[in-house]
């Protein structure tokens, strides 16, 4: 499998942690960066994780920072990602198969290595389910497509 990868500082050695053992596992890993611990800004690592996804140069994204979050928001500013906050195995499961997620976001500050690991194993491994789930997810690609909402019409509760 194709990944992109990318982190903050706060995410560097979960990171440096997860390229190594994904290319022992035999994917192949594009790392956008950061390259060190000293204090970055997350969001252009971020972006060119998702802008490699979209762009098919990447099957899978993984971004982390800290607690992920940020990451995450970032991530998904790129038109066509569906990146999700998976902190523990249950999330990383159900944001595949029920959302098609194709950027998994973590945290360093969060998550240790073989947690991360397995993280990652069941986000790799998970299908879509497709079904009423396809339905959901083209849902949210109509409203990113409609940009910021401007002059739509209101929400109906």
């Known amino acids: 499998m194709r990944i992109s990868i990318g982190s903050d500082h706060a995410g560097f050695d979960l990171k440096a942690h997860l390229v190594a053992w994904l290319q022992a596992a035999g994917h192949a890993v594009t790392d956008h960066g950061t390259n060190g611990t000293e204090s970055v800004d997350y969001p252009e690592f971020c972006a060119a994780v998702g ?33 999700a906050l998976c902190n ?14 194709n950027v998994l976001s973590m945290g360093g500050r969060v998550v240790g290595t073989g947690l991360a690991e397995e993280i990652v194993t069941v986000f790799l491994s998970t299908p879509f389910a497709g079904g ?26």
């Open 51 to 83: 802008r490699a996804v979209v762009a098919g140069r990447a099957d899978i994204g993984i971004v982390m920072g800290g607690s992920g979050q940020g990451e995450q928001l970032a991530a998904n500013k790129v038109s066509g990602v569906r990146a």
């Open 88 to 101: 523990d195995l249950y999330l990383a499961r159900m944001a595949r198969e029920h959302n098609d997620a």
């Open 132 to 157: 009423r789930h396809q339905r959901r997810v083209d849902q949210i690609t109509a409203i990113e497509r409609a940009g910021d909402g401007v002059g739509a019409p209101p929400a109906v509760d």
